[in-house]
C-alpha cells in the first residue's frame, strides 16, 4: 500500500467526514430504512476530506478534482470476498485501504466476526459502525488483528476516544461481554396453583 493511504490519514478523513455527516446531514437519521441513503451521503463526504487530507485539490476547475492517487474509488455496496460492505475504499482490484460496515444500533455477533474476514481479506483499516440515535455518541468498532478497539465519536465535539479493546477469542457474546450489556432473560411463568378439593 501507499505511504499516501496511511491508517491514521484514513482515520482523521473517516472522522471528518463523519463531522460532515452530523451537521449537514442529521435529518436522515430519523428516516426509516436510511442506510443507503446515509451510506450514500457518507461516501460524498469521505471523497471530499480524504481529497483535502492527502494534500489534494478541493477546487472544481481543477483537473485533478476530487480524484483520489492510485485510481482508487469509493464504492458502496462492494463484495469482498463473500461478504459485502458498505463502504469500500479500492482500486477494484486487490489494494483495499479502508472498508466500513454501517448499523443503526449496535453490531451483532456476526457482524463482528465480518469486520474480521475484511481485515485478513486485505483491508488495510476496517471499520464498523453504529449510529445509536439515543445516545450522544456514535459507537466506532476497529478491527485490530486478534482484537477490537472501541471508540466513542462525541456528536457534539465531534472528536473520537478509545473506549476500550477486547480479545475477539474465547469469547461467547462479543457484543455483551465488550460492552458490559446485561442479558436480558424472560420472566418465568407462574404455574397456576392446583386446587385441592375435599376427598382427595
Known sequence: MSRQYTNIQLFEAFEEALKHLIEEDGELFAWPKAKVSIAHTFASHLHRTLCKVLGFSLDPSSKSYLTLPQNMKIDLSASVGNDKVDILLHDRKENRPLAILFNQDYLGKQQLE?????EKEGCNLV???AFLHQKD????YRSNGEKLDYFHFSRSGHTSSLLKQREL??????LQLSLNIPTKRKPKKKQKPTKVTEGQ
Open 127 to 129: 471499520l464498523g459502525v
Open 114 to 118: 465480518e469486520l474480521r474476514r475484511l
Open 169 to 174: 477469542e474465547g469469547e461467547e457474546n462479543h
Open 137 to 140: 455518541y456514535i459507537l466506532i
